[in-house]
């Protein structure tokens, strides 16, 4: 009896090691669920085509903006983790290393759905798709989304190169055949962080190499939209003031294109994104030239005493703002 009450009790204590365990692996499960960018991913890739099917599943790109530095401040709280541990348990030369293999596999499952999020952000140059579709009317849409989450990303690899580089000094004292080693080992560490550091940056590659494409459409649009109005000012009792607003129009758009460029690109391909910013402010200055010339025009026919003070006036402005 002694004995089976033994047994019962030892299957008593599995049992519950075994609800202990299931309850950490839920717990472990529900945390990394906070990071995990395959949710929902076939829905955002496919939502290019059937937009408003999927529109309840496709993430807003505003909240995925807003959710890549905070996703990039718990890997770096994991890899600080990481160093201290290792260095602990496989000492400093060994614990660069290691942190650089976590840093590489902690992005290589969500590589793929990393690069569907950025286009649901804005569509890949040559894809085919307008970037109308999936910027959205909240700011963060387009090739700014693309800037701000490559501006993140980039913040992100500086931190998380100071957790993997090797330690200074770490082999100091060692003979020479200890020094070749810890140069050995520094030089795949180097490695290690050049192949992540690629990995991690790679979905903005198509946007570096075809930056003016990408910004085609939506200044295009935005120039359209302006011109447009340009070509409304016929009157001169409203010309000035119509004029004064839509002539500097263009220029935050052109400097803000600029920055993206310096920034994605660091010069990369310069002729393609002047030439684009070139034409937009040339054809700009060509609807603004056309609307004071009608204007103008109508000024010098006015005969008697329709030409008064107000048309010398709204003559003069007109000219000051060209």
Known sequence: I??????????????????????????????????????????????????????????????????????????????????????????????PSIVGRVLLECFKPIISSFKSRLGNVCPVPGSGISSSSSSGNDGFGGTEGIAAAYESTIQFLSLAYDQMEPWEGQGSNSNQENDHDSASNNDDVMETIRTAFRMIA?????????LAEAERDPLGKAASMVAKDVRSVV????????????????????????????????????????????????????????????????????????????????????????
């Open 2 to 95: 002694a004995g089976k009450s033994s047994v019962e009790d030892e299957e008593k204590v599995v049992e519950e090691d075994d609800d202990l365990d299931n309850d950490d692996k839920t717990d472990e499960e529900e945390e990394a669920e906070d990071f995990d960018f395959s949710e929902e991913t076939t829905d955002a890739t496919t939502s290019s085509s059937t937009t408003n099917k999927s529109s309840s599943t496709q993430i807003n790109a505003k909240q995925f903006i807003e959710f890549l530095p905070t996703f990039y401040e718990s890997v770096l709280e994991l890899l600080s983790k990481e160093r201290a541990q290792s260095k602990q348990v496989f000492g400093p030369e060994l614990a």
């Open 202 to 210: 790679s979905p903005f590659v198509p946007y570096q190499r075809a």
């Open 235 to 322: 009157g001169l009792q409203d010309a000035a003031d119509r004029l004064g607003d839509l002539a500097p129009f263009m220029f935050p758009l052109a400097n803000s294109a600029i920055s993206r460029f310096e920034l994605l690109t660091s010069g990369y391909n310069a002729s393609a994104t002047l030439s684009l910013v070139d034409n937009l402010i040339a054809t700009h200055a060509s609807e603004l030239a056309i609307a004071m010339g009608s204007l103008s025009g109508h000024v010098s026919n006015s005969k008697g005493n329709e030409f008064d003070e107000q048309h010398a006036n709204c003559a003069l402005e007109i000219l000051r703002i060209a």
